[in-house]
């Protein structure tokens, strides 16, 4: 067997080196990916049911700081970096609703590079939380393991600095699930990071989706009670 198949028998460990029947193959794949998506969606929903009390108050907490001109930081490593970027551009360029102040704070190679160079890569995030951040602020950090130092020093500088504190994990949490600097945190019950990465996208789209709709009903609450605000400039709200 060659050193490449060794390398990715832990895929798909029914395709053989000597593998010959292409439909049959084919169907092995097919079955593969039904198999992988079925565990990956139960997943998903028992993530959305063991944590829908708290993403509601966690939303509800964004809305209010979002509604006080709060802003939103997001960071994480590796595969999370990517996904706490994609949850920033959620928040401020929306296919639908209001946009709101969001960076991610890996976004930035020349910052997270001097950083890691000059004072430490632990210190890459909570060194930007102190630069930007205020206490009406709110800052997600994403990983995997809920274990990554340098996450883990962001949250307790967010939270020393007054800022909402929110975590997604995986596994059992880790550091973060018991941390005190972290005011929430949505653990994903799996040992697999594909299908933890998964569950945490579709647990941040519903956070979004949260804030969203309380943002939506205050500013209507407001246009119903304050007549004069239907021509001013924001009267329009979408982007």
Known sequence: MSELN???????????GSEHDADSLLVDLAASARGKAEVSARLQQASLDEWRDQLHAAGAEMADRFARGGRLYTFGNGGSSTDAATLAS?????????????????????????????VGFELIFSRQVIA???????????????NSEDLIRAFTEAK??????????????????????????FTIRSQSIH????????????????????????????????PDTLSGSNAGGTS
């Open 132 to 146: 930007h951040s205020r206490p009406v602020d709110i800052a997600i950090g994403l990983s995997t393991s809920g």
């Open 195 to 226: 299908r933890i990465q998964e569950s945490q996208a579709l647990v941040g789209f519903e956070l979004w989706s949260i804030v969203q709709e309380l943002t939506r009903r205050r500013v209507a609450d407001t246009l119903a009670g304050s």
């Open 90 to 118: 959620l928040f401020c360029r929306p296919a639908r609703g209001r946009a709101v102040p969001a960076w991610s704070l890996a976004a930035d190679q020349a910052v997270m590079t001097a950083l890691g160079n000059d």
């Open 6 to 16: 060794q390398n990715t028998d832990f895929l798909y460990p029914f395709i053989e």
């Open 160 to 185: 020393k600095r007054g800022l909402l504190t929110i975590g997604f994990a995986g596994h059992d949490g880790g550091a973060m699930a018991t941390s005190p600097d972290l005011d929430y945190c």
